[in-house]
């Protein structure tokens, strides 16, 4: 059976937006452009969720589980499989399907396995990897702590069209929370201003986001910096530097996303990034968390003329396009999801 004449369900858990969500959001709505059958299934209902909206804008569907045995026969009434996304939707989705004998593949997206409960569930999660048809990893990072042969493929991302104007702000972006880092960015930032070389301005930092570590940073730093939650396709015109202070990543899609509207990026030296980006050309790779390494690299953009920047800019989009676009990799995802369910 043909992956074209089938249906896939992309099975997630999922609370608010972060990367699993802009990765599914990309692959699902690039799958019905080319008149591919496909629908989100979401574990549980937690209410109100931009992901729903940005599935229905883009013709996707979408629904609610209401039992694995309902799902499973309507994925078999469909000749379709099952992908799941996130450590929760992997280990259920996986052990039901092979339960019932329905296909299952597996995106791994995170480099980071958490602590406490988190970490127990990322552990079970990678331990019960082998229970799927197909295994992909979006860095080599978590393909080599996974006790099965994975499939290694980047995120992806559609190129934006080229921008008219450079940018001005300095970014952050993504959920305050400590694995992201963005206490890091902020010190990082406080710091960067105080240089008297530095052609930086307080109005320049901004962190788009919201998580658990909002209170604690706007007591530290300016409230002004803190935008919340975003939609980033309303912003990136405005940021002419995405800076990454992960302490854990896999290849995380705000950068594809950032480099795809011509926006280079510095990071810390984690997860896929440094194959990601080539140092002072689209870019900046730090050695991880080398905070000091970090600011010299700020202060240096800052003194970038506007024909630099215009040059990044072309760097960045070019990248993408020849590496990381969705016209690029998706096919690829296809071709093994027709292996297996040609296999069936």
């Known amino acids: 059976m ?20 802009s990765h599914i959001l990309e692959l699902t709505s690039w799958l019905i452009s080319h008149d591919i059958k496909t629908e989100v299934v979401f574990l549980k209902d937690y209410g109100a969720h931009p992901l729903k909206n940005q599935l229905e804008q883009a013709g996707v569907a979408w629904s ?61 999660d990678d331990l019960t990897a082998g ?27 559609q190129l934006a069209t080229p921008p008219k104007k450079l940018g001005s702000k300095i970014a952050f972006v993504g959920r305050l929370s400590e694995e992201k880092g963005p206490d890091s960015f902020a010190h990082i930032a406080s710091e960067a201003l105080l240089r008297a070389n530095t052609q930086l301005n307080k109005e320049q930092i901004c ?55 011509g926006i280079p990026v510095m990071s810390f030296k984690v997860g896929a990034l440094p194959q990601l980006i080539s140092e002072g050309k689209d870019g900046w790779i730090i050695e991880n968390q080398n905070h000091h390494a970090f600011i010299d690299s700020l202060v240096q953009w ?11 800019t072309k760097n960045t989009q070019q990248k993408i396009q020849s590496q990381f676009s969705s016209d690029t990799l998706i096919p690829k995802i296809l071709s093994i999801y027709n292996q297996v369910t040609q296999s069936v």
Request: charged share 20%.
């Open 2 to 21: 043909k992956i074209s004449q089938s249906s896939i369900y992309h099975l997630v858990d999922s609370r608010d937006s972060g990367g699993i969500e």
């Open 207 to 261: 962190l788009y986001g919201q998580g658990p570590m909002h209170n604690e940073l706007s007591t530290h730093y300016p409230q002004e910096w803190f935008a919340g939650y975003s939609k980033m396709s309303e912003h990136w015109q405005d940021i002419g530097l995405l800076c990454i202070t992960s302490r854990h990543e896999g290849l995380p899609l705000v950068a594809l996303e950032a480099m795809a509207h």
């Open 131 to 157: 229970f799927a048809d197909q295994v992909f990893c979006v860095s080599q990072e978590i393909q080599s702590r996974l006790p099965v042969k994975s499939n290694l493929i980047a995120n992806f991302t």
């Open 302 to 312: 800052s003194q970038f003329n506007e024909e630099q920047r215009w040059q990044l």
């Open 64 to 124: 609610i589980k209401t039992s694995w045995t309902s799902l499973m026969k309507k994925v078999k009434s469909n000749q379709g499989l099952i992908a799941t996304h996130g450590y929760k939707a992997g280990i259920f989705g996986r052990c039901m399907a092979k339960l019932h004998h329905v296909p299952v593949v597996s995106t791994y997206h995170s480099g980071d396995l958490g602590k406490g409960k988190l970490y127990l569930y990322s552990k079970l």
